[in-house]
């Protein structure tokens, strides 16, 4: 799909009309008085956040944001695999897919041994392992991923836009108010120009600052960013240009003798094209502002750097100019870590406004929506009283671990891009290296949440040795019983807040009166104890809550869809239709058996229990009624 041939223009490229490309959005009228959840700040954590939130109707979500309207421009672009997995959720991944530039190889140019002022290809990598995800690493400009989620909100039962031209002034908490009361009171200016120096109060029961590194939330409940000064000034810029460099197409890191780095990221639409060029080391305490840096520097520098090729820059986009460092905050939370056991959480924040990040691993958007998804599910379930308000205590444990993980990676890997400019050709070959044996961790597939009330132990890891608990559902694919229809078997997960239970069958009939199957199915019916029973409620579908799927080992054509239990065939809605959507087999016929890819173990089958936010919560036998009603127990409210 290409665009920009005559120069950039923002908005969906599908759109003929320039003038119709970027739609208005934006609420209008004053802020309503009390929410369930205020969310400050309109960037990919905010709305990643909201538009999970918007999808309950019972939940009232208010996002504000002191800009002026929706983002059209720049900022970030790296779309990881992890994130394409989570975007699927959300339902817009087949457009970001048709619309992005895909990172199929990543090469490296190094000084020529022969001529060190010019440049040489040193390497050329596949930028993502085999089998790693079923998406790609792919680029686009984050206004487009705005979009993709305010579209989401506009459409969901919510019908939720966010509130422009406001500036949250400060937070005051009541520390006696119960649960369900609105105890968070924020103060608010208007800065759009029809309004200017109007001010708002609203109350809201908790708020979440993904406000960027400035954070005033983060400031109103005393946390810091600590770590790493910014010691390195970088540039960015979005051009339309001409060269001769025969990489302009590939992502390329490209390290001069003198004049420092240069990555190319090829952009959406065919002509585009993102650099980053490295332009000076900051003396301590020094702000990238004092130099007074143009674009034209910025141009001047990545020439320099890829001597001998020529760039002729048409069109600048987008520019900008920033620090470097790594910075984190102990907490994402207002609770003190001694008070864990007394006090519930009423603020967050998540993104930029508690991790920083350089850009050089293209992690700083992705990790800020991970947060985002991490901690909405959590709040939906809290509001509806489906869990216990102690859960949202696993957010900041869960989401700082992670944050840390990434920023010590981070900034190894700036150090490693430095050390090997230093060391010539022998250090391009040493980050060639490193960028292959970490491409886990760019792919955004490492996260590994520790055991805690929502992740279990091991003991029963060696019946599904490739679904790792902890890490996120790795998908593969599948052929559905009623339809035969080939799909990823992650992909029955939408963002919905819905827990998900995948039986992988034995050897045997699931049919059959003593299968294991059917004695699951028929403890999630019947059993007392059974968690879907405990947590559906009254006059709810049966998978309103817990949404249970089965996998069988053969092949789709030798099983009886009708002779199946009747829980993997639900009856739903006000018509009481039948779900055919629920039973899988392998697929076979591209030798893509999912028990062979994920290490099913064959002979026992097992449970395996995935959060609302794709990562495995545990793995059990098929009879492991008693550690499956246990999980849910130790969070979840029984339904009213």
Known sequence: MQFHLNGF?????????????????????????????????????????????AQFSDIKTCIVEQKPGRLTIGQADGIACRTMEMFHAYGFSERVLKEAYWVNETTFWKPDERAPETIVRSGRVQDVEDGLSEFPHVILNQARIHDGFLDVMRKSPAKLEPYYGRRLLDLQVDRTAGPADHAVTARLERVDAANERKFETIKARYVVGCDGARSVVRKSIGRELHGDSANHAWGVMDVLAVTDFPDIRFKALIQSAQDGSLLIIPREGGYMVRLYVELAKLEVGERVANRNITADDVIAKARRILNPHKLEVKEIAWWSVYEIGQRLTDKFDDVPQAEIATQLPRIFIAGDACHTHSPKAGQGMNVSMQDAFNLGWKLASVIRTQCAPGLLHTYSAERQAVAKELIDFDREWAGMLASAAKAGGAGAA???????????????????????????????????????????????????LADAKPVHLGHAASADGRFRIYAFGRAEDPAAAGSAIRALCNFLCEAGESPVRRYTPDGADIDSVIDLRAVFQQHHHEL?????????????????????????????????????????????????????????????????????????????????
């Open 9 to 53: 223009q923002p908005g969906d490229p599908e759109i003929a009309d320039p003038a119709e490309r970027v739609q208005c959005s934006g609420a209008v009228g004053p802020l309503p008085r009390e929410v369930d959840v205020l969310i400050v700040g309109c960037g990919p954590a905010g709305l990643t956040l909201a538009a999970q939130l």
């Open 430 to 480: 040493k980050t060639q290296d490193y960028f292959v044996r970490h491409g886990r961790y760019t792919a955004g597939t490492a996260t590994h949440y520790r055991f805690s009330i929502l992740t279990g132990g091991t003991s029963h890891q060696h019946l599904a040795e490739g679904l790792v608990i902890g890490k996120r559902f790795h998908s593969a694919p599948v052929i559905r």
């Open 560 to 640: 009886a869809v009708e002779a199946m239990p009747a829980q993997l065939l639900p009856r739903k809605g006000r018509y009481g239709l039948v779900d055919y959507e629920k039973m899988y087999c392998p697929d076979l016929k591209s030798g893509a058996d999912i028990f062979a890819m994920r290490g099913i173990d064959r002979k026992a089958g097992c449970m395996v229990v995935v959060r609302p936010d794709q990562y495995v919560a545990q793995v059990l036998p098929l009879d492991g009624f008693a550690e499956l009603a246990s999980y849910f127990d130790a969070f979840m409210l029984r339904a009213s």
